[in-house]
């Protein structure tokens, strides 16, 4: 079992830049959510989905974030455009089902310049 | 306002020392609580998980407990080791038609040799 595959796990980006961040989950599970983890506020849950269909985005925090979930096996986090106050470490995870215990990725580092 | 509260914010303990880690939450309704340990660099791994039937848990030389009544749980570390160094994170699960998630800002953990 790999695990839940985030990719890129660094980007550097200019402002005003689209970002994607990319998410494999584990495969079977049914849940997936996306967080983003800074000093300041800690863990914060931006959005997660159940058998590929938004449940709750209200963690996402303006419209210039936007989650995808086209399959089973894939999501992304895009964040278009970019500002220097978006830079923070964003996890994504993944559970068999709503209210199990999550599996994280390793995350992807963003630093907007 | 849900919140998870978490103390202290950091400890400092030698090696082979106890040691325990407290969360308070007001959470409602409540579903689950989690505590996480996070290495530097790493996502969040699960330790433990508690219904509200459950006032304790045990992961190896994790134990956690739960106290619904006073909405307090704690985590107790036995015979620290260096490894143990990291951000230990309690999460509170409230369902009410679908799943929410409210997190602590950690307490970072550094065991010294």
């Known amino acids: 079992d790999a695990g839940v595959i985030q990719s890129p796990r660094h980007e550097v980006t200019e402002m005003g830049q689209e970002v994607t961040l990319r998410c494999k989950p584990i495969s079977g599970h049914n849940s997936l959510f996306w967080y983003r983890q800074t000093m300041m506020r800690g863990l914060e849950l931006l959005i997660y989905?159940?058998?590929?269909?938004?449940?709750?985005d209200s963690g996402m925090p303006e419209d210039r974030f936007s989650a995808k979930m086209p399959n089973a096996s894939f999501s992304t986090l895009k964040i278009q455009p970019s500002e220097p106050r978006d830079s923070a470490v964003y996890f994504c995870?993944?559970?068999?089902?709503?209210?199990?215990?999550?599996?994280f990725g390793s995350g992807t580092r963003l630093t907007v310049v | 306002k849900n919140q998870v509260e978490q103390s202290p914010q950091s400890l400092i303990i030698l090696e082979g020392k106890n040691c325990t880690l407290q969360c308070n939450y007001t959470v409602s309704p409540f579903s689950n609580l989690r505590w996480y340990k996070q290495d530097t660099g790493r996502g969040p791994v699960s330790l433990t998980i508690?219904?509200?039937?459950?006032n304790t848990k045990s992961n190896g030389r994790y134990t956690a407990t739960l106290d619904a009544d006073t909405k307090q749980s704690s985590l107790h570390i036995t015979a620290s080791q260096l490894s143990d160094s990291a951000s230990y994170i309690c999460?509170?699960?409230?369902?009410?038609?679908?799943?929410?998630?409210?997190f602590g800002k950690g307490t970072m953990l550094l065991v010294s040799p």
């Open positions: 999460v509170v699960s409230s369902f009410s038609g679908y799943s929410t998630l409210t």
């Open positions: 989905f159940n058998n590929n269909v938004p449940i709750d």
């Open positions: 508690m219904t509200f039937s459950e």
């Open positions: 995870a993944s559970s068999l089902a709503l209210g199990q215990v999550s599996s």
